[in-house]
């Protein structure tokens, strides 16, 4: 399966885009740093409703009312970790190709987005009153484990 | 303190995290990834100083929420941090880079205990007031401006370390 994606991810790195980023001695960088701000609002946006989800705070709060206030920010951080991690995707894509790491990083990826916008989106927006709070808890262990098995995938590429 | 940064380095634990194929990743992972609890909690209660996020939440129950899981995130941070250096300790000194990074750092410790001891000795009267003093407002705001500017010159860092 992988190998069938060699030519799309050829045609990645040689995008004008690419070769802009590789050309510059900043670029790479400069956007690798935005994506790491972005990656300290997504992932403190999102440790501030697991917590609430696990009753650590702002208990007085509907988690509806919690979870209106932090999904935006939530929202805004991934795009532009998104479009910030395209850019550094595009730069190095053959290396990427033939990392596990990022395979991985890819995998885990595409099911935290999937269960944050269906699952854990549904927990946040209804459950207001307290009664299930087990399964206000497994969401957040769930979002916490999947959106850390982003993150240490991530952090691998660079290593391995 | 050249001297004194060549021998941390060439401690016995320095090279041992620096030339392990698996603990410096994992030292480097904890690193970033507190950061999201650190700064990713402590960012929010610098945007109530300024007013932009949950206006009718009183700051100082906020503050006690919020700073309990900031405080743990830093010395996740704090501790892998000093691990990273022992291990590169020379490297880092005569990085100007991480030179900036303590410096941000410091400021960022002494704003932050400037609005501790200081101005929050006056929260009666601000707590829930919908103004919010300036020097209230300016301590958020020197906190998320000091904090980009660590975690930009630790990423830049990085790369000299590399």
Excluded at chain 1, 129 to 145: D, E, G, M, N, W
Excluded at chain 2, 28 to 56: I, N, Y
Excluded at chain 2, 100 to 126: D, P
Excluded at chain 2, 152 to 162: D, K, N, S, V
Aim: proline share 4%; hydrophobic share 55%.
């Amino acid at each position: 399966m992988r190998s069938s994606l060699l030519p799309f991810f050829r045609w990645c790195d040689e995008t004008f885009i690419a070769v802009a980023v590789r050309k510059s001695v900043i670029a790479f960088p400069t956007i690798e740093t935005f994506h790491l701000l972005a990656l300290t609002l997504l992932f403190g946006s999102i440790a501030m409703q697991n917590l609430r989800l696990c009753g650590f705070i702002m208990k007085e709060h509907p988690v509806s009312k919690v979870t209106k206030i932090f999904a935006p920010w939530t929202f805004w951080a991934l795009m532009v970790m998104l479009s910030s991690g395209l850019l550094l995707f595009l730069s190095e894509a053959m290396k990427c190709y033939g990392s596990d790491p990022f395979w991985i990083k890819m995998g885990f990826l595409f099911l935290t987005v999937a269960f944050h916008f269906t699952i854990y989106r549904r927990i946040t927006r209804t459950q207001d009153q307290p009664p299930t709070v087990l399964k206000a808890r497994v969401a957040a262990a769930v979002s916490f484990t999947l959106w850390l098995g982003v993150g240490l995938a991530g952090r691998a590429i660079a290593f391995i | 303190m050249y001297s004194l940064c060549e021998l941390i380095q060439n401690s016995q634990i320095g090279t041992s995290i620096r030339e392990s194929l698996f603990v410096f990743p994992i030292i480097e992972a904890t690193h970033v990834l507190a950061l999201g609890l650190s700064v990713g909690t402590l960012v929010w209660f610098d945007l109530r100083l300024l007013g932009v996020v949950m206006p009718d939440e009183p700051i100082s129950k906020l503050h006690r929420q919020v700073m309990p899981w900031a405080v743990l995130g830093f010395v996740l941070m704090f501790v892998s941090g000093s691990l990273l250096f022992w291990a590169n300790a020379l490297k880092a000194y005569t990085s100007l880079y991480f030179r900036l990074k303590f410096l941000f750092l410091v400021l960022a410790g002494c704003n932050a205990i400037a609005f501790e001891f200081a101005t929050k000795r006056s929260i009666q009267s601000w707590d829930s007031a919908p103004a919010i003093p300036r020097k209230v407002k300016l301590a958020g705001l020197f906190s998320i401006l000091l904090w980009i500017a660590v975690i930009t010159f630790g990423r830049a860092t990085a790369y000299h370390l590399t």
